[in-house]
């Protein structure tokens, strides 16, 4: 399986997905970027309150996370599907879109909706780790893209 | 470290062999033309940041249709003109580009 993550002219990884869980009626768009610095996939505030999650009733992670500002415990939001396109087959020539099932994502607290970033593909995005990326073996930069390959 | 140690603080993932009903055909549609529209605003964002910088952009099929100051502006023209939002990209064009640090 192959996934070709875009990149912007940053070198940044960025992948658009759909994602999906018991408290949304359907599947909802999503930006993610590729951090292997997050050890778990991770919706950031301002996608937490994009997407309407309630966090009241969500269980707070066992273990705290290192962020560049503090240490803080996010909440878990369970049973989340990812999906995305995907190349299979010979030569990765095949398109196929992809489900990915997370037992649960980290949610950071939401963001006041006074407080939330202008910007989308620059500001709200969220963050795809390692607890994904740890499935691809073989990463290559070429022409504009990151190919991460299993 | 072996890898299954290291594998242990993460969450275990897996990648299903059938999609669930709610990832239908129409909803890949929808996905691979806004994964173009956003690939567009990648490739042309100097271009559009002397263009429409400080402003909110609404993309279809590799067009910008609508621009605005305020997010709730260019929903408002989006849902004037009979659209739906969820048809567009809509994007923050900053007047200087923007670095992560998490």
């Known amino acids: 399986m192959r996934l070709i993550v875009d990149l912007d002219t940053n070198y940044h990884g960025h992948i658009l997905a759909y994602i999906n869980c018991p408290q949304f009626t359907s599947p909802q768009p999503i930006h993610l970027v590729i951090d292997t610095g997050s050890t778990n996939t991770t919706l950031l505030g301002d996608d937490v309150t994009r997407l309407s999650i309630n966090c009241t009733n969500l269980m707070l992670s066992p273990t705290p996370c290192q962020t560049a500002h503090d240490l803080v415990r996010p909440y878990l939001l369970p049973n989340v599907e990812i999906g995305m396109e995907v190349r299979e087959g010979w030569l990765n020539r095949q398109r196929r879109f992809r489900i990915v099932e997370f037992p649960s994502v980290n949610c950071m607290p939401p963001t006041h909706p006074q407080f939330m970033t202008r910007q989308r593909v620059r500001g709200a995005y969220s963050l795809l780790g390692m607890d994904f990326l740890r499935l691809f073996k073989k990463w290559k930069f070429a022409g504009g893209f990151l190919f991460l390959d299993t | ?102």
């Open chain 2, 1 to 102: 470290m072996s890898e299954d140690t290291m594998a242990d603080s993460t969450v275990h993932v897996e990648v299903k062999k059938q999609a669930s009903a709610c990832f239908d055909a129409k909803l890949v549609k929808t996905y691979r033309r806004i994964r173009e529209d956003y690939l567009w605003i990648f490739s042309n964002e100097a271009t559009l940041r002397t263009r429409y910088a400080n402003e909110y952009i609404a993309v279809e099929n590799k067009t910008v249709r609508f621009r605005d100051n305020t997010m709730e502006g260019i929903v408002s023209k989006i849902t004037s003109s009979g659209q739906r939002t969820e048809d567009f990209v809509i994007e923050y064009i900053g007047e200087h580009p923007v670095n992560f640090l998490f």
